[in-house]
């Protein structure tokens, strides 16, 4: 039952609010769901009905909802100094005490970092450090960023140019010049035609192609997500890095790897390059560097860039009012301190990666699944109309949003993709939270084949 409260703002929400990535007259008839509360792996909505968020927020709420601690953090902070810059020659303790801390945690090659309020300026600040760095090192034609089709990093002008969504790239363009875009790892829509290993290398070598067309002595960086998130949770075959690697190295290319979502241990390691072995010049982070409990992001610097920066440089024409805002640096101090407190990153690694890993797979016997895959706490289920080749529905069908609702309906926060169902729940879960999670997404399965169903009798 809608109370009249509620009813007002689902009007006043229609009638004002232009919501991010959305069909603005689609849902202004159709409402929206309200959120007013949560705690630990739940979320509540104005009509009382309980969620499990199976995708902590925006991938971002890994500590879950509700720690007075980080709430206690914003407020003593917003008491003791809630703002100055970090402009001209000042500076203020939480972000000096949080850039030493994450500088700390990162791997030993990376000790600088310089703070946005997002991910998006985490991206953009890196494309103009990138293109900087090779400016001072005297080789300012490497102007070339080569990133991924369907990789996302970001929705400023910046960060949708370097993403890969070209639904994103055909409004309010032109794109900034001097990107390009190769394909991705993604083996389950685009590769099935070959093994795995094989299709891993075949991306890998689409790197290599793109650069020699391009000329290498023209190329900057590549950008990549270790684990595509918002493209569907594509986990790329194990020969893709590798193969990357010997690439980049062969060319000398800087190599950037997009942290905002594998950062801060979903796939069970500090940072997701550290699971692949691979050692970034530069990572844009975000999102769970305060548990999305206030904006905050950032780029961490490796040496090589750094010390070029730092002796060669002279001023960097870039930077934010926010920039290390205090009070999201209190936060994210917080949030890192108790990570580690509670030994997340293991946790995840060592047992509720592993856990979901066992339970998420048992979803690959629906009779709508053609794929289920996980890693760390990050995981996908590919929708199929025929499960023995994999063929996929009619697009027109929408048969990801229809399950995504259906989950809605049923009490599970579960992302769509097309036809991707994805989830990447706040890593405090537990393995009764798990099973819950599991037991939500087969229900949901169930109830989006039951409608297929009764939709082909109509
Ligand atoms: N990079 C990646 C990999 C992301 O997933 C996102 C957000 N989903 C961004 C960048 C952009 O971050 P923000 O929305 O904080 O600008």
Same mark, same amino acid.
């Given at each position: ?366 009779? *709508? %699944?053609?794929? !289920? =895959? ?5 995981? #996908?289920?590919? $929708?199929? +109309? ?50 819950? *999670? %599991?037991?939500? !997404? =087969? ?5 989006? #084949?039951?409608? $297929?169903? +009764?939709?082909?009798?109509?």
């Amino acid at each position: 039952m809608t109370s009249p409260g509620t009813a007002r703002l689902k009007a006043l929400d229609s009638d004002h609010h232009l919501h991010p990535f959305t069909d603005f007259k689609a849902l202004s008839e159709e409402g929206s769901r309200i959120i007013t509360a949560a705690s630990g792996v739940y979320i509540q909505d104005a009509d009382g009905q309980r969620m499990l968020d199976g995708m902590a927020g925006l991938w971002c709420v890994n500590l879950g909802y509700g720690r007075q601690e980080l709430v206690d953090a914003a407020s003593q902070q917003m008491t003791q100094l809630p703002y100055y810059n970090t402009f001209f020659k000042t500076a203020h303790p939480p972000a000096i005490e949080l850039a030493a801390e994450l500088c700390r945690l990162a791997p030993d090659h990376i000790n600088h970092v310089f703070f946005t309020g997002s991910g998006s300026e985490a991206n953009d600040t890196m494309l103009r450090m990138v293109r900087r760095f090779w400016a001072l090192k005297g080789k300012p034609e490497k102007q070339w960023i080569i990133s991924r089709e369907n990789g996302y990093h970001g929705s400023t002008v910046a960060g949708m140019s370097l993403g890969g969504m070209a639904p994103m790239h055909e409004q309010g363009g032109p794109c900034v010049p001097g990107i390009t875009h190769i394909r991705q790892p993604y083996w389950f829509g685009e590769g099935r035609d070959m093994n795995r290993e094989e299709f891993g290398k075949v991306c890998a070598d689409a790197l290599e192609a793109r650069i020699l067309e391009l000329g290498p002595d023209n190329v900057a960086a590549f950008l990549a997500e270790p684990v595509q998130g918002a493209g569907g949770a594509i986990m790329p075959p194990d020969s893709y890095w590798p193969a990357v690697k010997a690439v980049l190295e062969k060319y000398d290319i800087l190599l950037v790897i997009d942290e905002v979502i594998c950062g801060f241990g979903r796939l069970g390691e500090w940072f997701g390059s550290q699971h692949y072995d691979l050692k970034p010049d530069l990572m844009p982070i975000a999102k769970g560097l305060s548990s999305g409990y206030l904006p905050i992001g950032g780029v961490l610097v490796g040496d090589r860039i750094a010390e070029t920066l730092v002796q060669e440089g002279g001023e960097f024409y870039h930077g934010f009012t926010y920039s290390g805002h205090p009070v999201c640096a209190a936060v994210a101090l917080k949030t890192l301190e108790i990570m580690q407190r509670e030994n997340i990153v293991e946790r995840v690694r060592d047992d509720l990666g592993p856990y979901l890993a066992k339970r998420w797979a048992t979803l690959a016997d629906h009779p *709508l %699944v053609g794929e !289920a =895959r996980s890693l760390g706490l990050m995981g #996908a289920l590919e $929708l199929v +109309a025929d499960k023995a080749t994999g063929e996929r529905f009619d697009s027109s069908l929408a048969v990801g949003s229809m399950c995504r609702d259906t989950c809605f309906d049923t009490g599970l926060v579960m992302r769509s993709v097309g036809d991707t169902m994805i989830i990447s729940p706040p890593l405090v879960i537990t393995h009764d939270e798990i099973d819950a *999670l %599991v037991s939500l !997404a =087969r229900a949901a399965l169930d109830e989006t #084949a039951r409608q $297929l169903a +009764a939709s082909f009798h109509l």
